[in-house]
């Protein structure tokens, strides 16, 4: 960074890397838990660290459909004799022997006497007489018992947010049940007197409220338990009352709208009546203006109103809030440097989040293109994007072809 002075950039406004290290402060992750069978992990945070109380794999089997010998039988002789056979799920019973084999198929046990296995594509069977072609190495295509995991080692951590694979790894080592972080609750209304609800007719002025829906869906991402209060209207009681029982039963309470200044006036009001708001103005782009604080045990997040600004301030700032509360361990977001396919277009002053398409060119690059018209009320510039291209406060206007840094929409976005 450059040690002069910048011209363009603005102090009062706060960085959003310094904003989220703020407010991550100030929120505290949830500390009870509670058993849920395994169908209903699909992702919830593991409260505790998870050992395996069996050897993964739990036997020495075979990784192939074939033979199983023993290898140093193959030093004298390369054909051996068939005694029987190992199925997966049905054990070979017999005793093995020097110089003898078994047919063995892929997840069979293989017996202790026989160590190397080899696949039946490398064998020639005449009868009982069964010519092998020796394997590189003892133990070739053998899957030996606690290779994986030994009794008593960690499999998966506390803080780990439990996906399809966390599914499947719980499973296998036979958790019925798993004891993972409550949800945090959160409660979510939009505020303005020109929103309505889908389903109704409009009238001049009147738009229809779209923030909830968003805000639902990225909520729905976050496996938190969501209760939606509607649309309340910029009435003082209406308000107080919306706030008073969203905070009396969630952890968490977001709203959307009347946090730009001279907006939404009694909103203002009655959260600085109601509770501790702090009304933060962030040099982010789109969203600005951004509303923190506690209303009664519940912490509160009031979210810019134009519809693309909402979703930003939510992916890069209540994200990581929830993140903490429910006890996930946090993940930095994956950034990479693409290729910029046009012009684009920046004042200085600061961190943009526009959106783009990330794809590869035909020379294998990274290249990203912007979505059209970046308005942060246009939110079909989020549902074209796959990724925002991230600007740096003092960064102007980018020519095409420069490297620009980007953060793909992971699953919180799409
Ligand atoms: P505000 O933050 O209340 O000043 O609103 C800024 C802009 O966002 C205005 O154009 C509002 O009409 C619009 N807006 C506010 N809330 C919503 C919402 N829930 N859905 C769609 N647009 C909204
Ligand atoms: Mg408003």
Known sequence: MSKHADPCSTPSL???????VKLLAQVDTLTDSEMVQLPQALGRVLAEDLASSIDLPPFNN???DGYAFRFKDLATSSTLSLIGESFAGHPFTGKPQPNTCIR???GAPVPDGYDTVQMQE??????????IEAPKALGANVRSRGEEVKTGGKVLKAGTQVGAAEMGVLATIGASQVRVTRQVKVAFFSTGDELRPVGTELAPGQIYDSNRYSIQGLLSRANVEWID?????????????AFRSAAAQADMVITSGGVSVGDADYTKQILDEEGEITFWKLAIKPGKPFAFGKLGKA????LPGNPVSSMVTFYKLVWPLLNKMQGLTPAKPVQLKAKLSG???KFPGRVEYQRGILSQNEQGEAEVTITGGQGSGMLTSMSLANCFVILAQEQGDTPAGTL???EPFNTVLS
């Open 14 to 20: 706060m960085h959003p890397d310094e904003a989220i």
């Open 62 to 64: 075979s990784a192939m």
């Open 104 to 106: 063995i198929m892929t």
């Open 122 to 131: 490398k064998v020639t069977a005449e009868g009982t007489t069964i010519s």
């Open 229 to 241: 209060l509607g649309v309340i209207e910029d009435d003082r009681e209406a308000i107080r009352q």
């Open 299 to 302: 912490v509160f997040c009031g």
């Open 343 to 345: 012009d684009l277009r």
């Open 404 to 406: 620009v840094t980007v």
